[in-house]
């Protein structure tokens, strides 16, 4: 599952304006996600200009939340970002292999700045192609277990950040004969 | 939890997570559950776009419920575009 664990990563940007900017994202996500370049693309629309960002990597071992996905095998991965005024849009998707498939992931969020106080509030949307378990179901009504959402809500200051999550209960996972046993997810990154 | 900084040439991170969570349905029904991990990144910039890095995970506190969870590594090459 996952992108997983937030990641504290700084990396250098570019944009084909000419601008030049050091940004420190907070991703969801040990590890992969990261790396995000920024592209500022003008919009016709005087005063709305999104930032587009985005990468394309691969990692010997996709690790969500310290969980090895895809028996630890080698993950193609890459996503795209949008950000208006605070508001971001992003997909993000991964190859895990096995009978999970792909992992293709949606997100929102807010995030913002008060005293020097960082914060952010989003919902992530997890889904994967879960090509061999297609017989799961969730309430034993047929309904197939490959979505997940998360809400999270994060603050930062200086170097140091924090981030909550929380699955809810309806989304929780369910095993092939078990129920889950837990479904809150509660992480401090 | 997390810090960012540099250490020497490299880019550090390093982030503490508490926390349960499972993964029935993607280990086929074995519970993975973990109560503290601490990871770990470091990573450099080989040009304006590209970077590599070594990443980490130690698992400080393991759930006694579930299949136990350990210590995991992996490399990262990611091309910003």
């Known amino acids: 599952m996952l992108k997983k664990m937030t990641t504290l990563l700084i990396f250098g ?25 920024h592209q500022h693309v003008e919009n016709v ?6 930032d587009v960002s985005g990468y394309v990597g691969v990692v010997s071992s996709y690790v969500w939340r310290g969980v090895p996905q895809g028996n630890r095998a080698t993950s ?12 971001n849009f992003g997909t993000w998707i991964a190859s895990i292999g096995g009978a999970t498939g792909n992992e293709t992931d949606y997100y929102v969020s807010y995030e913002g700045d008060a005293g020097g106080l960082g914060y952010t509030v989003g919902l992530t949307l997890y889904s994967y192609d879960f090509k061999a378990f297609k017989e799961i179901t969730k309430d034993g ?14 603050a930062s200051y200086g170097d140091f950040s924090g981030t909550y999550y929380m699955v809810p209960a309806e989304d929780s996972t369910y095993a092939i004969t078990d129920k889950a046993t837990s479904s809150t997810a509660l992480n401090l990154l | ?23 029935q349905v993607l280990t086929t029904g074995n519970a993975l559950e973990s109560t503290s991990i601490l990871a770990y990144s470091l990573g450099r910039s080989v040009s304006e776009i590209v970077t590599v890095s070594f990443n980490g995970t130690k698992v400080l506190t393991n759930s006694d ?7 995991e590594f992996w490399m990262s090459l990611e091309v910003a575009y």
């Open chain 1, 13 to 37: 940007a570019f944009t084909v304006s000419g601008l030049q900017a050091q940004e420190v994202e907070v991703k969801e996500g040990m590890t992969t996600k990261p790396l995000v370049g």
């Open chain 1, 76 to 87: 193609v991965q890459g996503g795209i970002d949008l950000a208006v005024d605070g508001l």
């Open chain 1, 141 to 154: 009504k047929g309904v197939q277990v490959t979505t997940q959402k998360e809400f999270f809500v994060g």
């Open chain 1, 45 to 50: 629309a005087e005063g709305f200009v999104p």
């Open chain 2, 65 to 71: 419920k579930g299949t136990q969870l350990q210590d």
């Open chain 2, 1 to 23: 939890m997390g810090w960012g900084g540099s250490v020497g040439k490299f880019d550090a991170v390093l982030t503490y997570n508490t926390g349960t969570y499972n993964q």
